[in-house]
């Protein structure tokens, strides 16, 4: 069955960078765009960006430009988000997420992986 | 960006109830409109696409309705397994964006 797992919880100090890491199973990485989508405490969700894991090419919210790099290796199935010079408002909770180009159908979602900033 | 607003902002019903959700975007965008529901602790869930195409698994209970800018998410008779936050989300134009979200709870 399809699943994505991400790597665990991080702490992380202001200005430092944080990778979380996506594996897919039960499908092939590349057949599907991967979105991240973060949400931070008691709020609701944001869209940061997406990769084609096909192409490696990949598009951010305008609010993430400059500090967040997608990433893939397709021989171990795997998605990175990348976040750099953390601030405490990152704060959240970040999934990712399969869906379309425009996330028309985001069927299939990470468990999460808590950062925290302090 | 489009803008998504969904109203009420919380909501209290009893399991039985027709419960229904609405959402409104800034700005059409046809009936690429997607309907999420989160309970506490897990990741969203997919129970509407294309704004009326309920996914594979979901309970008939739950439908979507809405083109252009007015959409709505109705909960026929509500289960107990039903109290979660509810987020819409548009699927239109660049970048995504989700509605603030409606929690249905326990009246």
């Known amino acids: 069955q399809v699943q994505l797992v991400q790597s665990g919880a991080e702490v992380k100090k202001p200005g430092a960078s944080v990778k979380v890491s996506c594996k897919a199973s039960?499908?092939?990485?590349?057949?599907?765009?991967l979105h991240w989508v973060r949400q931070a405490p008691g709020q609701g969700l944001e869209w940061m960006g997406r990769i084609n894991p096909d192409s490696g090419d990949t598009k951010n919210a305008q609010k993430f430009q400059g500090r967040v790099a997608m990433t893939r290796d397709t021989s171990i199935n795997t998605a990175y988000m990348e976040l750099n010079r953390l601030r405490s408002d990152d704060t959240a909770v970040y999934y990712c997420a399969r869906g379309g180009k425009n996330f028309v159908k985001g069927d299939y979602w990470g468990q999460g992986t808590l950062v925290a900033v302090s | 960006d489009i803008q998504m607003t969904q109203s009420p902002s919380s909501v209290s019903a009893s399991v039985g109830d027709r419960v229904t959700l609405t959402c409104r975007a800034s700005?059409?965008?046809?009936?690429?409109l997607v309907w999420f529901q989160q309970k506490p602790g897990k990741a969203p869930k997919l129970l509407i696409y294309a704004a009326s195409d309920l996914q594979t698994g979901v309970p008939s209970r739950f439908s979507g309705s809405g083109t252009g800018t007015d959409f709505t998410l109705t909960i026929s008779s509500l289960q107990p397994e039903d109290f979660a936050t509810y987020y819409c989300?548009?699927?239109?134009?660049?970048?995504?964006?989700f509605g603030g979200g409606t929690k249905v709870e326990v009246k």
């Open positions: 700005q059409g965008i046809g009936s690429w």
């Open positions: 989300q548009q699927a239109n134009s660049f970048p995504p964006t």
């Open positions: 039960g499908y092939s990485l590349v057949d599907y765009y």
